[in-house]
């Protein structure tokens, strides 16, 4: 089975601040992968899939990167209401979801 | 407008048996895949199983001898049946369609006695 480690668990970061959030293949997933925002109470979110296409509705200060084993999440400038935990999810073989990173406001 | 619904019981006892349904509306399910996603309370997202266009089953390894996933299309619900809970199975159960880009609301389970 394919495992995916994000890093950090944890970000504090400023309102305006460039985040870079994290998430690594066990193997090569071809860029496979989607990025989801989960906001407290609620349901995940889909952000970006194949890696670096926003969804429909999506703000455009969100984009992804990557490819092989490592993937990457940016946020431009961060804002209030992305203070949300974010997971990676990877669909090349099996379905895989990162344990998370919770963004918080510094 | 896509729309998903979770439903079922809130409370399981240990060794007992879950059933959830999950009612779609604004697609059809003989043309759109539907999978079910879980996550324990603070944890990360577990997912389940699939039931695709063509009524075939895919399950996560770790689950399969436990879980049953089937449909209605008639009825436009899916189904999610897993068998001999314990409580590392209270969870938030959440459907979801084809690209996982729309989520029902999720359901709380709680397996207790």
């Known amino acids: 089975d394919i495992q995916m480690t994000q890093s950090p668990s944890v970000l504090s970061a400023s309102v305006g601040d460039r985040v870079t959030l994290s998430c690594k293949a066990s193997?090569?997933?071809?860029?496979?992968l989607d990025w989801y925002q989960q906001k407290l109470g609620e349901a995940p979110k889909l952000l970006i899939y194949?890696?670096?296409n926003l969804q429909t509705g999506i703000p455009s200060r969100f984009s992804g990167s990557g490819s092989g084993t490592d993937y990457t999440l940016t946020i431009s400038s961060l804002q209030p209401e992305d203070v949300a935990t974010y997971f990676c999810?990877?669909?090349?073989?099996?379905?895989?979801f990162g344990a998370g990173t919770k963004l918080e406001l510094k | 407008q896509v729309q998903l619904k979770e439903s079922g019981p809130g409370l399981v006892q240990p060794s007992q048996t879950l059933s959830l349904t999950c009612t779609v509306s604004?697609?059809?399910?003989?043309?759109?895949?539907v999978s079910w996603v879980r996550q324990p309370p603070g944890k990360g997202l577990e997912w389940m199983g699939a039931?695709?266009?063509?009524?075939?089953?895919d399950y996560n390894s770790a689950l399969k001898s436990r879980l049953s996933i089937s449909r209605d299309t008639s009825k436009s619900q899916v189904f999610l049946k897993m068998n001999s809970l314990q409580t590392e199975d209270t969870a938030i159960y959440f459907c979801?369609?084809?690209?996982?880009?729309?989520w029902g609301q999720g359901v709380m389970v709680t397996v207790s006695s």
């Open positions: 999810f990877q669909y090349n073989s099996g379905y895989t």
């Open positions: 604004g697609f059809s399910l003989t043309s759109n895949s």
């Open positions: 193997q090569n997933i071809n860029k496979n």
């Open positions: 979801t369609s084809d690209y996982f880009d729309y």
């Open positions: 194949f890696t670096n």
């Open positions: 039931i695709w266009s063509g009524g075939s089953t």
